[in-house]
């Protein structure tokens, strides 16, 4: 009975992984799409406050970022106070007027009025360098401000 | 001259080359938080006459720099802030807003139009305490509004606006402008900062 003759007994099949490359290849695809790089490198600590009533930032490129936070642990030689960074590098707060001017002509004349500034401030931080912060953007007219959190509840947090 | 068949390429190590690079992206990702609270600072120029608001009309909330909160002369707890920034805007005091749910207590605020809420804070105020704060204020604004809009228009605030910035939606944006503006007629964000 040569018909129904009995397979050769290999125990169990290999696998076939040949579509485990494109499986990989679209998780990679993904990854690379959604990436975002960072457009500075930090240079201090930056945890954020959390908060519920937000609304999103759309427009990326109309956003200028603000950090402020104490320097982080390869940093430390600049003291543990909440320090303004601003692009690449630690600034002070009479900087930032200078630093508002240089983002905006950097932009087209007509998308100008439309800049909103985000304050990305650790949540330590006191208000007493947000509020100077403030009043530098108060000067340069830069008057859209966004205080970047995290969303979620605040209570029951610290 | 003899013809040679193309090697095939193994293709073995591809699945190797493509995980080194998933797990290259996998670390760097960092998912960019992009959203906060929006807020619009006073102009510069000051103008030299001096409005005159009573002080009925004001609610101010002090924060202190151990991040304590005082609300009307009261210390109060921060879960407790919206509910009586809520009762202070809808109190209309002078009956002019036929809309209010308030109790029309007399030595509270008029109406919602001149109502104002007046946050300060110290120096040594810590920001998360700030953004709290804040965020309760906003809070109470936006549940009054959505409250407004439920009973004008039956459906919530935050949808309107939504409804208003998507590009699909079906409806007239021209109508639904209007109605947002009526809402924020309603009841105007009056947050003011003292330096």
Redesign the interface.
Same mark, same amino acid.
């Given at each position: 009975m040569s018909k129904f003759k009995k397979k050769k007994d290999g125990g169990v099949p290999a696998v076939n992984?040949a579509a485990?490359?494109d499986i990989?290849?679209m998780?990679?695809f993904f990854?690379?799409v959604?990436?975002?790089?960072?457009q500075n490198t930090l240079m201090i600590e930056n945890n954020?406050?959390?908060? $519920? /009533?937000?609304?999103?930032?759309d427009k990326?490129d109309l956003v200028m970022y603000i950090y402020a936070g104490k320097p982080s642990q390869n940093y430390k030689q600049f003291g543990t106070e909440a320090k303004i960074q601003l692009n690449d590098k630690f600034a002070d707060v009479n900087e930032i007027a200078a630093f508002i001017s240089a983002e905006r002509a950097s932009k087209r004349e007509e998308l100008v009025p439309f800049l909103?500034t985000?304050l990305k401030? $650790? !949540? $330590?931080?006191?208000? *007493?360098l #947000? *509020?100077d912060i403030? /009043?530098e953007?108060?000067?340069v007219?830069?008057?859209? #401000?966004?205080?970047?959190? !995290? !969303?979620g509840s605040?209570?029951g947090?610290d | 001259m003899a013809k040679r068949a193309s090697p095939e390429v193994n293709a073995g190590s591809m699945a190797d080359i493509a995980f080194l690079l998933l797990i290259f992206f996998l670390v760097t990702t960092t998912i960019e938080t992009d959203s906060g609270i929006n807020r619009k600072l006073p102009p510069m120029e000051e103008s030299d006459e001096d409005v005159i608001i009573k002080q009925k009309n004001i609610f101010t909330v002090l924060l202190n720099g151990k991040d304590q909160l005082l609300v009307e002369d009261e210390i109060m707890e921060l879960k407790d802030l919206r509910q009586a920034a809520k009762e202070f805007l809808d109190n209309g005091g002078d009956g002019s807003c036929d809309y209010c749910a308030g109790t029309k207590d007399p030595a509270s605020s008029d109406n919602p139009d001149k109502a104002i809420i007046s946050l300060k804070n110290e120096r040594e105020t810590t920001y998360k305490t700030y953004i709290a704060v804040q965020n309760e204020l906003v809070a109470a604004y936006s549940e009054l509004r959505d409250k407004r809009a439920q009973s004008l228009y039956g459906k919530p605030f935050k949808e309107m606006e939504a409804n208003y910035n998507d590009v699909n939606w079906p409806g007239n944006k021209e109508k639904l402008k209007e109605q947002i503006e009526q809402i924020k007629l309603d009841y105007p964000q009056k947050l003011s900062e003292v330096q």
């Open positions: 992984t485990l490359p990989v290849f998780l990679l990854f690379m959604a990436t975002v790089m960072r954020l406050p959390f908060a $519920d /009533q937000v609304e999103k930032l990326k909103t985000a401030v $650790d !949540k $330590d931080a006191n208000m *007493g #947000i *509020g403030k /009043q953007l108060r000067k007219n830069a008057l859209k #401000i966004n205080y970047t959190t !995290k !969303k605040v209570f947090r | -």
